[in-house]
């Protein structure tokens, strides 16, 4: 009998396309790609003022991303959500 040995967090990821995986996350000024479909965007207040946090789902892969377009944190920027 064999055992899976991927932890249960990896299962669970979904697979990100190659536009997706190329995406140099948390990092200000990273460039998307053409396929990030731009959704509802939200503000936050943070110490230094309003941080504008918007949401996209890439049309290819169904990856759903936030780009956090705060001016004063340089490690702001794209991430995957959930």
């Known amino acids: 009998m064999?055992?899976?040995l991927t932890p249960?967090?990896?299962a669970a990821k979904?697979?990100?396309c190659d536009s997706c995986a190329g995406i140099q996350q948390n990092w200000r000024r990273a460039r998307g790609h053409p396929e990030l479909m731009q959704?509802?965007?939200r503000t936050e207040a943070h110490k230094h003022g309003q941080?504008?946090?918007t949401k996209y789902r890439c049309e290819r892969c169904g990856t759903t991303?936030?780009?956090e377009?705060?001016?004063v944190n340089r490690h702001?920027?794209?991430s995957v959500v959930g």
Do not use: F, M, R, S
Request: hydrophobic share 30%; proline share 4%.
């Open 39 to 41: 959704g509802t965007h």
């Open 76 to 78: 702001a920027g794209w």
């Open 8 to 10: 249960p967090n990896e």
């Open 65 to 67: 991303w936030e780009y």
């Open 14 to 16: 979904t697979e990100l």
């Open 2 to 4: 064999t055992q899976d």
């Open 69 to 71: 377009n705060n001016k």
């Open 51 to 53: 941080v504008v946090i």
